[in-house]
């Protein structure tokens, strides 16, 4: 499996996800979401990561593709079908409502919503 480049890493030991925030005002010390929210517990948050590696790969990848805005994901959801892991695939049946609320129909998740989803997995995993 792939892994984040070393200067994009979290500074959290061991860490597999990119370094996105930061408490410093000089620019140093760039964690991942996970680890910000929760410092105390680095070591439990890493290995648990660690453990779902296949999980932060594909969050990864979704959100490369949202952000390349191809936001073409049949090969990730390719990859995930072949690795049995439909449920964490696109969702077709997201419930679409009018202006009134009632529900009209279904539509397909969006990237944005796939890969919340996913990180929402993420931080069930590590707690």
């Not at 439909?86 to 009018?98: A, C, Q, V």
Request: charged content about 30%.
């Amino acid at each position: 499996m792939e892994e984040v480049q070393d200067n994009d890493k979290c500074t959290s030991p061991g860490c597999p996800m990119h370094g996105s925030v930061t408490s410093s005002t000089s620019g140093g010390g760039w964690v991942c979401w996970l680890h910000f929210s929760n410092p105390r517990d680095s070591a439990n948050i890493t290995a648990a990561l660690r453990r779902n590696m296949w999980l932060v790969v594909y969050a990864q990848r979704v959100r490369a593709g949202i952000s390349s805005k191809k936001d073409d994901f049949t090969k990730i959801e390719t990859v995930m079908m072949r690795d049995g892991k439909k449920e964490f695939t696109r969702l077709n049946d997201k419930p679409l409502f009018n202006k009134q609320g009632e529900k009209i129909g279904t539509r397909q998740e969006t990237g944005y919503e796939w890969a919340v989803r996913l990180d929402e997995a993420l931080r069930l995993l590590s707690v």
